[in-house]
């Protein structure tokens, strides 16, 4: 089982990235996925959560209204659009494939976790 993210990287304030995760389309397509994120001396902390078909989806407070996750189910991947980037959302971000079939902001519920990538939101 592997899951590899990508997209991250240096923005300025306000601007956008857009993170992708690819995913074994075997283990992840009937299981709701999600995005989690640490930032440094913290700990991680939910992000957002898709559900198996794409038919629902949760997002933390603190990214609500800018943030928007998505997934395509024939190819196995995973998406995180970032706008109105914050310094505060400098982080490394993972992606995760859950045990059950819903949108969960649950860590514990994750099984699979991929390697992180990072996104550095300057001032």
Known sequence: VQLQASG????QAGGSLRLSCAASRRT??????????QAPGKEREFVAA???????SVYADAVKG????????????LY??????????????YCA????????QLARMYRYWGQG???TVSS
Request: proline share 2%; hydrophobic share 40%.
């Open 66 to 77: 800018r943030f928007t996750i998505s997934r395509d189910r024939a190819s196995g991947a």
């Open 8 to 11: 991250g990287g240096l923005v």
């Open 97 to 104: 494939a859950s045990m059950g079939s819903a949108a969960t």
């Open 117 to 119: 990538t990072e996104v």
């Open 28 to 37: 992840a397509s009937n299981n709701g996925m999600g995005w989690f994120r």
């Open 50 to 56: 898709i559900a198996w078909n794409g038919s629902g």
């Open 80 to 93: 995180l659009q970032m706008n109105i980037l914050k310094p505060e959302d400098t982080a490394i971000y």
